[in-house]
């Protein structure tokens, strides 16, 4: 698989991988050529955690390996404060 071949998307809280497969198999024995040729399509779906940040998604593809990265966000601080009563 090549690098070309795949997508990666954020969609609905969700990391989706898209790709297409290609294979083409040559061999010559005996002075008949064989030629085989497989294609297929996948798709991917990971839902990702609520404290996750895909605003800062990272995504590496080496040696046919692709390799995500997705950070979580900071905590929401709660805001407490004291309310006088009048």
């Known amino acids: 698989m090549q690098r ?8 609905r809280g969700a990391l989706v991988l898209r790709g297409d497969k ?3 198999v040559h061999s010559e ?4 050529y064989r030629l085989e040729r497989a294609y297929g399509a996948f798709t ?3 839902p990702m955690p609520e404290n996750a940040d895909p605003d800062h998604a ?4 080496d040696k046919g390996v ?3 990265t997705v950070p979580k ?8 404060r004291t309310i006088d009563i009048g």
Request: charged share 35%; glycine share 4%.
């Open 29 to 32: 024995e005996d002075g008949c």
């Open 4 to 11: 070309e071949d795949l997508t990666v998307s954020v969609e």
């Open 73 to 80: 966000q900071e905590p929401q601080r709660s805001t407490s």
């Open 22 to 24: 290609k294979q083409d």
């Open 58 to 61: 990272l995504a590496k593809f």
């Open 66 to 68: 692709p390799t995500l």
């Open 44 to 46: 991917r779906t990971i």
